[in-house]
């Protein structure tokens, strides 16, 4: 497993006036710079050696998200007011309720 495979995101900030480069594995981690790719290189850099001390302790390492498997299923608690609603919207349009939540999702 690599570093290069964890899902990283470069946005500016506001409040920082830099960019800051965010892991989704490790929230706890970001590194601020004046241009977007130093932000991103400063990041994968601290990862790494974040992979590296979890190693060397026998600490767990987080799957990068790109690395996991998905079933393309997920369980849904809605109020059952709204569960209705939609069970006569897919109805009246002569879908699965499945497949109106998926396009309601998807946009």
Excluded: C
């Amino acid at each position: 497993m690599t570093s290069d495979h964890y899902t990283y995101r470069v946005t500016w900030s506001v409040d920082d006036h830099e960019f800051v480069a965010t892991v989704a594995e490790f929230p706890s981690l970001t590194w601020l710079a004046p241009e977007p790719a130093a932000a991103l290189l400063g990041l994968r850099a601290l990862v790494a050696e974040v992979v590296d001390d979890l190693r060397a302790s026998g600490e767990s390492i987080p799957d990068p998200l790109a690395d996991r498997r998905y079933s393309g299923e997920f369980r849904l608690r809605i109020p059952p007011a709204l569960h209705r609603a939609l069970a006569i919207e897919a109805a009246e349009q002569g879908i699965s309720l499945n497949r109106l939540v998926s396009a309601k999702v998807a946009t």
